[in-house]
C-alpha cells in the first residue's frame, strides 16, 4: 500500500505564490518519475509539470516561468512552487508518482493524490 499525501492548497490572490507538497508513505521502496496534475471544472486531466529520477524537468507551456517543481528522494516528497499565480491555474492539483513498491522482483505502480484545491481569485 502506498499513500500520497498532498497539502499547501489554497486560495490567493493573482500574483501570488503557493506551494503544493506531496510525500509517499507506505510500501515505498523509491519513486521514479513524479508529477502534477491539474483539473478545472469542465475540463480535462491536464498536466502541469513532471520531474525523472535524475531531476529532468517539464513543464506545460501555460506555466513555464511560473512554476517550478523538485523532489527530495530522501523524503520522498515532489514540490510544486507556483509564482505568479493567475485566475486561470484555479483547479484540483493532483500529485502523481510512479512508485517501486518491490525490488525483488522489481514492482512498481501508478499512484495519484487526493488532490488539493488550489483558488487563484480577487
Known amino acids: 500500500q502506498v499513500q500520497l499525501v498532498e497539502s499547501g492548497g489554497g486560495l490567493v490572490q493573482p500574483g501570488g505564490s503557493l506551494r503544493l507538497s506531496c510525500a509517499a508513505f507506505?510500501?515505498?521502496?523509491?519513486?521514479?518519475?513524479m508529477g502534477w496534475y491539474r483539473q478545472a471544472p469542465g475540463n480535462e486531466r491536464e498536466m502541469v509539470a513532471t520531474?525523472?529520477?535524475?531531476?529532468?524537468?517539464n513543464y506545460v507551456d501555460s506555466v513555464k516561468g511560473r512554476f517550478t517543481i523538485s523532489r527530495d528522494n530522501a523524503k520522498n516528497t515532489v514540490y510544486l512552487r507556483m509564482d505568479s499565480l493567475k485566475p486561470e491555474d484555479t483547479a484540483v492539483y493532483y500529485c502523481?508518482?510512479?512508485?517501486?513498491?518491490?525490488?525483488?522482483?522489481?514492482?512498481?505502480?501508478?499512484?495519484w493524490g487526493q488532490g488539493t484545491q488550489v483558488t487563484v481569485s480577487s
Open positions: 507506505g510500501r515505498v521502496r523509491s519513486i521514479n518519475a
Open positions: 520531474i525523472t529520477t535524475t531531476g529532468t524537468t
Open positions: 502523481s508518482a510512479e512508485v517501486v513498491v518491490s525490488r525483488s522482483p522489481v514492482r512498481a505502480s501508478n499512484y
